[in-house]
């Protein structure tokens, strides 16, 4: 495992000891981001790891396979790149990002780039408003005319931001133009699928200076929210958040039909694109073991797999009889 140290920069150090933590359903022995204690072996080049600080955050995600992943630590700003063009970052996609962002309480920067390619600019507006006037921080940007990359620079200085969005979206360009370096491979774009191939396959924290990191990570298809209750997801969309002081259900959200924000939601002041992306939100919710044509199945995944369709099979059956 690699780690960095401010003196010595960046060495290989080994785990020492059991580092797995085994609260809840949570596994992962260390994470990037993590703050961690190391030694010299006496007489050795070697480094060894020997405790992790305290995490003062942790973004997680939970797929439909009921695992809690824990995708970095001490963070200060989700950067959420979100391509304008080739390949199109979907609204769904942001707002499952602000949803697993507005949980864990680290605020998100939308960085929409490729600019450069989208020919009418109005289009652009259009898009990036919906964000700013729900009061987003939002950049455009361009890594082709530079154009939005000192105020990006600017906002992420003194702290560490992990970059999430689908792989092509423009993450790891980003990352080496603001480091001023190319530390980090970049994909080309598939002519067939218009998606980026996968080439950042681990996440890595890259120090830009002494106070400023970025984490690139790999190309997700969308973050699992199964960790949040309906709650959380209703209330990641600030224009139902503002409904919950007039609920008469106190400090509690079923969502059922009386629910202040469900009715919002319902209402026309609530555009047919966002509703859709918060019904699908919700969905995903009621179906957690959900498997879509395509999904890699094999071993553990191949039984909740063949769990969950039995429970459907008999749930069907029952609806039937
Ligand atoms: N025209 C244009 N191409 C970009 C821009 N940012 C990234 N790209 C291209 O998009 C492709 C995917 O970029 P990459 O950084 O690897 O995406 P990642 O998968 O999110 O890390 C590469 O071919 C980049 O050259 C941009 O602002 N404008
Ligand atoms: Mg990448």
């Known amino acids: 495992m690699e780690i960095y140290n401010l003196k010595y920069g960046t060495q290989l150090a080994t785990l ?47 797929s439909d396979y ?123 774009i598939s002519k067939s699928t218009r998606k980026g191939k996968h080439t950042t396959t681990n996440s890595f924290l890259y120090p830009i200076n002494e106070v400023t990191s970025i984490i690139d990570s790999p190309g997700i298809k969308e973050w699992g929210l199964l960790h949040l209750e309906k709650a959380d997801v209703l209330e990641s969309f600030p224009e139902l958040k503002i409904e919950k002081k007039d609920c008469i259900h106190f400090n509690c959200c079923d969502a059922s039909d009386d629910c202040a924000m469900m009715t919002k939601l319902n209402s026309p002041e609530v555009s047919d694109e966002r509703r859709k992306s918060m019904e699908s939100m919700l969905e995903s919710l009621q179906r957690p073991y959900r498997i879509r044509t395509g999904n890699f199945i094999t071993g553990k995944l191949k039984k909740e797999k063949s769990k969950y369709e039995r429970k459907e099979k008999r749930k069907k059956r029952q609806n039937y009889e």
């Open 66 to 188: 009921n695992e809690l992943q824990i995708l970095c630590s001490n963070v200060d700003r989700i950067g959420i790149i979100a391509s304008l063009i080739d390949p199109e970052t979907k609204v769904g996609f942001i707002d499952r990002c602000l949803a697993a962002c507005h949980h864990s309480g680290i605020p998100a920067l939308i960085i929409f780039t490729k600019s450069d390619l989208v020919l009418d600019k109005t289009e652009v507006l259009e898009k990036v408003s919906i964000y700013r006037n729900l009061g987003y921080d939002c950049r455009i940007v361009s890594a082709l005319n530079g154009e939005g990359i000192d105020s990006v620079r600017a906002e992420l200085d003194k702290k560490v931001t992990f970059f999430v969005g689908n792989s092509g979206s423009g993450k790891s360009t980003l990352l080496n133009l603001l480091s001023g370096s190319d530390i980090q491979k970049v994909s080309l």
């Open 16 to 62: 020492r000891g059991k580092f797995r933590l085994t609260k809840g359903d949570e596994k992962s022995m260390i994470t990037v981001g993590d703050k961690v204690n190391c030694q010299l072996s006496q007489g050795s080049s070697e480094w060894s790891i020997d405790s992790i600080e305290e995490r003062k955050n942790t973004i997680i995600r939970k």
